[in-house]
């Protein structure tokens, strides 16, 4: 049922859904009781993926940010260039977005690195599990934090590509901001940096599952 009633994410087919005379196997039921199917104290996975995909969206502002620039028939009449693939300020923000897409895409690596070595240390039943799990999720939530500011600075950076015109509806470019606002709001940053915090004062271990 499409009732998400977001501004962002749109397409995620995120909403209500009802499954009506659907067969179930038994072997296909988890519940949150079965202790077997998931060891994890936290919740990795899902937050780096969230992640991930604001660093997808940085990458695709940049792709808009470039057509744009291409597409153009003129640039700003205060430009020192005749045309706005030449004008230095819009290669300068457009060079901090690539150089945004790159960090972040980077970032969610480095995080996801960490969870590999939580993954093997799982399979391999090492005593450094714990800290293997702790570390992973550390890393998931510093890059949630870098990743998203970077991913709604670059979505503002587009328009600065384009100025007023690229506000038309036609062109919706909107909607990366809007989309990473709403994968960035499903985590609240505030909660994240505070524990991560507390963990580097006080060596207090991140809230287990939920939003880590």
Request: hydrophobic share 40%; aromatic share 8%.
């Amino acid at each position: 049922m499409d009732d998400w009633d977001g501004f962002g994410q749109r397409l995620t087919g995120t909403g209500t859904t009802t499954f009506t005379n659907v067969r179930v196997e038994a072997d296909e039921v988890f519940f949150d009781t079965d202790t077997d199917k998931d060891n994890s104290p936290y919740n990795i996975v899902p937050q780096l993926f969230l992640t991930a995909i604001n660093a997808g969206i940085i990458r695709s502002v940049l792709r808009d940010a470039k057509t744009l620039i291409h597409t153009r028939p003129r640039t700003f009449y205060h430009s020192t260039a005749e045309r706005a693939a030449d004008d230095p300020l819009l290669q300068q923000t457009v060079g901090q977005i690539a150089a945004n897409a790159f960090a972040a895409e980077a970032i969610v690596l480095q995080a996801a690195d960490a969870l590999d070595r939580f993954n093997l240390a799982q399979a391999q039943g090492e005593e450094s599990e714990t800290a293997a799990a702790l570390e992973a999720s550390l890393s998931a939530a510093k890059a949630k934090l870098i990743v998203d500011d970077l991913a709604l600075r670059s979505a503002t950076l587009l328009f600065e590509v384009g100025g007023a015109s690229t506000t038309k509806q036609s062109y919706n470019f909107d909607r990366h901001w809007r989309n990473a606002r709403t994968l960035a709001s499903h985590n609240p940053s505030h909660f994240k940096a505070r524990a991560i915090g507390n963990y580097e004062i006080n060596g207090t271990p991140l809230p287990t599952k939920g939003f880590f």
